[in-house]
Protein backbone atom coordinates (compact mmCIF):
# COMPACT_ATOMS: atom_id res chain seq x y z
CA UNK A 1 0.00 0.00 0.00
CA UNK A 2 1.18 3.02 -0.93
CA UNK A 3 1.75 5.81 2.05
CA UNK A 4 1.04 9.15 2.28
CA UNK A 5 2.27 12.02 4.11
CA UNK A 6 0.27 15.45 4.43
CA UNK A 7 0.57 18.08 6.90
CA UNK A 8 -1.80 18.09 10.11
CA UNK A 9 -2.82 21.62 10.00
CA UNK A 10 -3.24 24.88 7.87
CA UNK A 11 -4.14 28.16 8.59
CA UNK A 12 -5.76 30.46 5.37
CA UNK A 13 -7.72 33.52 5.46
CA UNK A 14 -10.73 33.51 3.15
CA UNK A 15 -10.29 34.43 -0.48
CA UNK A 16 -6.94 33.35 -0.13
CA UNK A 17 -5.58 29.88 -2.64
CA UNK A 18 -4.72 26.80 -0.54
CA UNK A 19 -2.46 24.77 -1.31
CA UNK A 20 -2.03 20.95 0.31
CA UNK A 21 0.73 18.81 -0.67
CA UNK A 22 0.85 14.62 -0.36
CA UNK A 23 3.88 13.21 -0.47
CA UNK A 24 3.31 9.46 -1.88
CA UNK A 25 6.40 8.40 -2.80
CA UNK A 26 6.15 4.56 -2.83
CA UNK A 27 3.04 5.30 -5.12
CA UNK A 28 2.74 1.91 -8.03
CA UNK A 29 1.62 2.22 -11.19
CA UNK A 30 -1.75 1.52 -10.85
CA UNK A 31 -2.72 3.82 -7.88
CA UNK A 32 -4.86 6.70 -8.44
CA UNK A 33 -4.87 9.62 -6.05
CA UNK A 34 -8.04 10.77 -4.31
CA UNK A 35 -9.11 13.55 -2.00
CA UNK A 36 -12.02 13.69 0.01
CA UNK A 37 -13.35 16.45 2.37
CA UNK A 38 -14.89 16.09 5.68
CA UNK A 39 -16.67 18.31 8.18
CA UNK A 40 -17.61 17.59 11.86
CA UNK A 41 -20.21 15.42 12.20
CA UNK A 42 -20.21 14.70 8.78
CA UNK A 43 -18.52 11.92 6.57
CA UNK A 44 -16.13 12.16 4.24
CA UNK A 45 -17.09 13.78 0.62
CA UNK A 46 -15.34 13.23 -2.62
CA UNK A 47 -13.63 16.14 -4.10
CA UNK A 48 -11.56 14.84 -6.92
CA UNK A 49 -9.41 11.91 -8.05
CA UNK A 50 -6.82 11.92 -10.69
CA UNK A 51 -3.86 9.81 -12.30
CA UNK A 52 -1.26 12.34 -13.81
CA UNK A 53 -0.93 15.86 -14.74
CA UNK A 54 -3.74 18.39 -13.60
CA UNK A 55 -7.79 17.59 -12.86
CA UNK A 56 -10.02 20.60 -12.36
CA UNK A 57 -13.71 20.25 -11.42
CA UNK A 58 -16.18 23.12 -10.09
CA UNK A 59 -14.94 22.60 -6.45
CA UNK A 60 -10.64 22.22 -6.81
CA UNK A 61 -7.79 21.04 -9.08
CA UNK A 62 -5.69 18.50 -8.82
CA UNK A 63 -1.80 18.46 -9.54
CA UNK A 64 0.28 15.71 -9.94
CA UNK A 65 3.58 16.25 -11.26
CA UNK A 66 5.18 13.68 -13.87
CA UNK A 67 7.08 11.04 -11.31
CA UNK A 68 3.33 10.85 -9.25
CA UNK A 69 5.34 11.01 -5.87
CA UNK A 70 3.68 13.72 -4.43
CA UNK A 71 0.55 15.69 -5.53
CA UNK A 72 -1.25 19.35 -4.73
CA UNK A 73 -5.07 20.11 -3.51
CA UNK A 74 -5.29 23.41 -4.36
CA UNK A 75 -8.51 25.29 -3.56
CA UNK A 76 -9.27 28.29 -4.65
CA UNK A 77 -10.71 31.45 -3.11
CA UNK A 78 -10.86 29.49 -0.14
CA UNK A 79 -14.38 30.58 2.44
CA UNK A 80 -15.29 29.96 5.69
CA UNK A 81 -17.06 27.28 4.74
CA UNK A 82 -13.90 25.09 3.75
CA UNK A 83 -12.88 24.32 7.27
CA UNK A 84 -12.25 20.90 7.00
CA UNK A 85 -10.19 17.85 7.40
CA UNK A 86 -8.86 16.75 3.54
CA UNK A 87 -7.88 13.65 2.95
CA UNK A 88 -5.35 12.36 0.18
CA UNK A 89 -5.87 8.80 -0.50
CA UNK A 90 -3.52 6.46 -2.70
CA UNK A 91 -4.40 3.15 -3.92
CA UNK A 92 -4.78 0.72 -6.91
CA UNK A 93 -8.14 1.13 -9.29
CA UNK A 94 -9.57 -1.92 -9.18
CA UNK A 95 -10.69 -2.34 -5.24
CA UNK A 96 -11.31 -0.01 -2.89
CA UNK A 97 -11.35 -1.21 0.46
CA UNK A 98 -7.95 -1.81 1.78
CA UNK A 99 -6.11 -0.33 -1.09
CA UNK A 100 -7.41 2.99 -0.32
CA UNK A 101 -6.31 4.12 3.06
CA UNK A 102 -7.33 7.34 5.32
CA UNK A 103 -4.55 9.12 6.96
CA UNK A 104 -4.80 11.30 9.91
CA UNK A 105 -5.70 13.67 6.77
CA UNK A 106 -4.58 17.93 7.30
CA UNK A 107 -7.20 20.05 8.96
CA UNK A 108 -7.85 23.22 7.45
CA UNK A 109 -8.98 26.23 8.90
CA UNK A 110 -9.88 29.44 7.24
CA UNK A 111 -9.87 32.52 9.33
CA UNK A 112 -11.53 35.44 8.66
CA UNK B 1 -30.80 10.91 -5.73
CA UNK B 2 -30.84 9.97 -1.79
CA UNK B 3 -28.04 9.25 -0.38
CA UNK B 4 -26.61 6.92 2.42
CA UNK B 5 -28.61 6.69 4.86
CA UNK B 6 -27.54 5.38 8.89
CA UNK B 7 -29.34 4.79 11.87
CA UNK B 8 -29.20 6.09 15.26
CA UNK B 9 -27.18 8.90 14.83
CA UNK B 10 -25.62 8.63 18.73
CA UNK B 11 -26.12 6.11 20.81
CA UNK B 12 -24.88 5.87 24.83
CA UNK B 13 -24.21 2.48 26.06
CA UNK B 14 -22.31 1.01 29.10
CA UNK B 15 -19.45 -1.49 28.94
CA UNK B 16 -20.58 -5.46 27.79
CA UNK B 17 -23.64 -3.63 26.95
CA UNK B 18 -24.62 -4.89 22.99
CA UNK B 19 -25.52 -2.16 20.05
CA UNK B 20 -26.38 -2.55 16.21
CA UNK B 21 -25.97 0.33 13.67
CA UNK B 22 -28.07 -0.20 10.39
CA UNK B 23 -27.56 1.06 6.80
CA UNK B 24 -29.57 1.86 3.72
CA UNK B 25 -27.02 2.47 1.03
CA UNK B 26 -27.90 4.46 -2.49
CA UNK B 27 -29.92 2.26 -4.86
CA UNK B 28 -28.05 0.64 -7.11
CA UNK B 29 -24.68 0.49 -5.59
CA UNK B 30 -22.83 -3.25 -5.11
CA UNK B 31 -20.47 -2.18 -2.82
CA UNK B 32 -20.69 -1.27 0.99
CA UNK B 33 -18.33 -0.56 3.11
CA UNK B 34 -18.06 -0.24 7.50
CA UNK B 35 -15.54 2.27 8.67
CA UNK B 36 -14.58 3.10 12.46
CA UNK B 37 -13.58 6.63 13.14
CA UNK B 38 -11.64 7.41 16.45
CA UNK B 39 -11.88 11.29 17.37
CA UNK B 40 -9.24 13.27 15.81
CA UNK B 41 -8.34 9.67 13.19
CA UNK B 42 -9.50 9.07 10.04
CA UNK B 43 -11.73 6.81 9.22
CA UNK B 44 -10.71 2.80 9.24
CA UNK B 45 -12.37 0.29 7.21
CA UNK B 46 -13.74 -2.38 9.21
CA UNK B 47 -15.29 -4.66 6.20
CA UNK B 48 -16.19 -4.23 2.53
CA UNK B 49 -19.07 -5.97 0.77
CA UNK B 50 -19.78 -6.58 -3.09
CA UNK B 51 -23.48 -7.64 -3.01
CA UNK B 52 -24.40 -9.57 -0.28
CA UNK B 53 -20.36 -11.17 0.04
CA UNK B 54 -18.00 -9.86 2.16
CA UNK B 55 -14.89 -8.76 0.02
CA UNK B 56 -12.73 -7.92 2.94
CA UNK B 57 -12.53 -8.24 6.45
CA UNK B 58 -9.56 -8.37 7.40
CA UNK B 59 -9.56 -5.50 10.26
CA UNK B 60 -12.96 -5.91 11.75
CA UNK B 61 -12.77 -7.91 15.48
CA UNK B 62 -14.71 -10.49 14.86
CA UNK B 63 -14.45 -11.30 18.29
CA UNK B 64 -17.13 -9.06 19.14
CA UNK B 65 -17.76 -7.01 15.92
CA UNK B 66 -20.30 -8.71 13.19
CA UNK B 67 -21.78 -7.44 10.02
CA UNK B 68 -24.24 -8.79 7.55
CA UNK B 69 -25.83 -7.42 4.23
CA UNK B 70 -28.85 -9.35 3.44
CA UNK B 71 -30.10 -9.33 0.24
CA UNK B 72 -27.20 -7.06 -1.13
CA UNK B 73 -28.82 -3.81 0.03
CA UNK B 74 -29.43 -3.00 3.61
CA UNK B 75 -26.16 -4.02 5.86
CA UNK B 76 -26.09 -4.19 9.95
CA UNK B 77 -23.00 -3.83 12.07
CA UNK B 78 -23.22 -5.38 15.69
CA UNK B 79 -21.06 -4.83 18.82
CA UNK B 80 -21.34 -7.62 21.31
CA UNK B 81 -20.24 -6.99 23.99
CA UNK B 82 -18.88 -3.51 23.60
CA UNK B 83 -15.63 -2.28 24.99
CA UNK B 84 -14.59 1.33 26.57
CA UNK B 85 -12.46 1.50 22.92
CA UNK B 86 -15.34 1.22 20.47
CA UNK B 87 -16.32 4.78 21.43
CA UNK B 88 -15.94 6.07 17.68
CA UNK B 89 -18.57 7.00 14.72
CA UNK B 90 -19.30 4.56 12.47
CA UNK B 91 -19.44 5.43 9.01
CA UNK B 92 -21.43 3.50 6.04
CA UNK B 93 -20.06 3.92 2.77
CA UNK B 94 -21.77 3.12 -0.83
CA UNK B 95 -20.16 2.72 -4.38
CA UNK B 96 -21.01 1.67 -7.97
CA UNK B 97 -18.34 -0.44 -8.24
CA UNK B 98 -15.60 -1.50 -5.95
CA UNK B 99 -12.72 0.05 -8.03
CA UNK B 100 -10.65 3.21 -7.30
CA UNK B 101 -10.79 4.50 -10.93
CA UNK B 102 -14.69 4.64 -10.85
CA UNK B 103 -14.11 7.74 -9.00
CA UNK B 104 -15.94 7.63 -5.37
CA UNK B 105 -17.49 5.99 -2.05
CA UNK B 106 -20.55 7.93 -0.60
CA UNK B 107 -20.34 8.25 3.02
CA UNK B 108 -23.51 8.71 5.26
CA UNK B 109 -23.50 11.14 8.35
CA UNK B 110 -22.70 8.04 10.16
CA UNK B 111 -23.44 6.89 13.57
CA UNK B 112 -21.57 8.42 17.08
CA UNK B 113 -21.02 5.45 19.78
CA UNK B 114 -20.37 6.26 23.60
CA UNK B 115 -19.46 3.59 25.65
CA UNK B 116 -19.25 4.57 29.49
Known amino acids: LAKTTQPISMDSYEGQEVNITCSHNNIATNDYITWYQQFPSQGPRFIIQGYKTKVTNEVASLFIPADRKSSTLSLPRVSLSDTAVYYC?????????????FGPGTRLSVLP | EAGVAQSPRYKIIEKRQSVAFWCNPI?????LYWYQQILGQGPKLLIQ????????DSQLPKDRFSAERLKGVDSTLKIQPAKLEDSAVYLC??????????????FGEGSRLTVL
Open chain 2, 49 to 56: FQNNGVVD
Open chain 2, 27 to 31: SGHAT
Open chain 2, 93 to 106: ASSLGSGGRSGELF
Open chain 1, 89 to 101: LVGEGDNYGQNFV
